[in-house]
């Protein structure tokens, strides 16, 4: 059964410093990998996908990596702003047992001014 | 932009009673998900469906049920309402070959009193 951690699950930063988030999966048997930004009490926005075929999406101040055969990603968030507070979730699109999306336990960040 | 929406985006109501979440996507997705998340706490599937006719249950138990009449209709139904119910609701859709990721609604939070 396809395990997703993300450590830390939280974590608290100045403005300014680079931040890093991680993911592990335990199966590396995967479409692809997404990352989503969730606000209190708001739904997910999708901020980055990688194909299991690539090995990084940028976007921005964001980049994400794959390591699909270690089973990590990482999501790098440069610069980082107050605005950049919320919570912060991994989830693979996994190939076996109906395509379903598995979410990591997420990362709450809290960017202080 | 996605273009998959919930309503009602607030429900409090009273024990006993029948509700019905609604979930409509626009963009012909085959793929939607019902997950449940409480306060800070991890997103759980509850439902998932493949297409018109298709429905499964997901990895933690539910008292809901759901339909998948139409495409973009993705209802989920409590016929009896209790208090540990109370959550929030979101709806996902995705594309078959799930290259494009997976799109979530805004989310319902229910309360039942």
């Known amino acids: 059964k396809q395990e997703v951690t993300q450590i830390p699950a939280a974590l608290s930063v100045p403005e300014g410093e680079n931040l890093v988030l991680n993911c592990s999966f335990t199966?590396?048997?995967?479409?692809?990998l997404q990352w989503f930004r969730q606000d209190p009490g708001k739904g997910l926005t999708s901020l980055l996908l990688?194909?299991?075929?690539?090995r990084e999406q940028t976007s921005g101040r964001l980049n994400a990596s794959l390591d699909k055969s270690s089973g990590r990603s990482t999501l790098y968030i440069a610069a980082s702003q107050p605005g950049d507070s919320a919570t912060y979730l991994c989830?693979?699109?996994?190939?076996?047992?109906?395509?379903?999306?598995?979410f990591g336990g997420g990362t709450r960040v809290l960017v202080k001014p | 932009e996605a273009d998959i929406y919930q309503t009602p985006r607030y429900l409090v109501i009273g024990t006993g009673k029948k509700i019905t979440l609604e979930c409509s996507q626009t963009m012909g997705h085959d793929k939607m998900y019902w997950y449940q998340q409480d306060p800070g706490m991890e997103l759980h599937l509850i439902h998932y469906?493949?297409?018109?006719?298709?429905?499964e249950k997901g990895d933690l138990s539910s008292e809901s049920t759901v339909s998948r009449i139409r495409t973009e209709h993705f209802p989920l139904t409590l016929e009896s309402a209790r208090p540990s119910h109370t959550s929030q609701y979101l709806c996902?859709?995705?594309?078959?070959?799930?290259?494009?990721?997976?799109?979530f609604g805004q989310g319902t939070r229910l309360t039942v009193v």
């Open positions: 990688i194909q299991s075929s690539q």
């Open positions: 469906s493949y297409g018109v006719n298709s429905t």
């Open positions: 996902a859709s995705s594309v078959g070959a799930v290259l494009s990721g997976a799109f």
């Open positions: 989830a693979v699109h996994i190939k076996a047992a109906g395509n379903k999306l598995t």
């Open positions: 199966d590396s048997a995967i479409y692809n």
